[in-house]
């Protein structure tokens, strides 16, 4: 409130108390502001300015705007970023429209995601929570979730039928994947699928997945259960976590990229930089590989290695 009561105390201009001193020191400042006020300039246009470029970003075409994620996850903002629709695949945990905005690597992410594990494995959609709100910046209750980089995502579970299953809450499981305070199951298989796809996409490079240690271990048994490689089991040991601090992440994942290349030096990534993502924190060639990713057909799994 504070900041936009300051505001129109500087559109008061010459009226206002720090003016009527400097126009007591000087008759050439009386002069000067006489000029001032006839091109009616800088006061008026000084406090318009700000206000007026801020309504205009808000709402830019964003379709035509590239994205940039600006400074860390949890002290940034977001420019022109974009906004995942819902599909045959994906879902919204809600239709609040207002909290699912991300950097166009995030957002080809998560649709590359859900297109994949319905192709693998019909029938289900994925449930989307929040990203960031347009324009990014705080965003209560979550600590990050402010610069387009993180993604809130529902796992997958079945009902007492062994049928797809939806809420309109994230869902708590224990351990031995059954749900706490109900009859819903984690869907073993396609939660893995989605893992693995998070860790393969060419559309972007994801550095953690928050989930809870014990459905972390449920998912890792579950990969070497179906064959997956060394390499994709390494990779997801590396980037599922239980955070030490932001909650157990029993009732969803937490996934969030790196800084997209051409979004550095602005976008800050914090360390670990996993050894498989090539030249350190700065993904090479995200940009084109999100061109490449956006069309519903099957990215080369060598691409992100
Ligand atoms: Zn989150």
Known sequence: MARTDARPALARGPSGCRYWRFVRISHAGIVALGAIAAIGWPVSGRAQGPRATGEVAQQGPTATVDSTSIGRTNRG?????????????LRWRNEVATTRWGTRELV??????AEHVSRTLPGAQLVVGDLSRQGGGRFRPHRSHRNGRDVDIAFYMLDAQGRPAYAPRFVRFRGDGSERGGTRRFDDARNWELVARLLTSPAAHVQWIFVSRPLEERLLAEGRRRGSSSELLARAAAVLDQPSRGGR????????IYCAADDRPRCIDEPPFHPWVAAG?????SRSAV???RPAR????????
């Open 298 to 305: 099957r990215p080369r799994r060598d691409r992100a290695t």
């Open 281 to 285: 924190p700065t993904p090479p060639a």
């Open 77 to 89: 903002r977001l420019e022109g970023g974009v906004l995942l629709p819902p599909s045959a695949s």
């Open 108 to 113: 080809a992410l998560v649709e590359d995601a």
């Open 249 to 256: 992440h029993d009732d969803h994942f937490h996934v969030r």
């Open 291 to 293: 061109a490449r990713s």
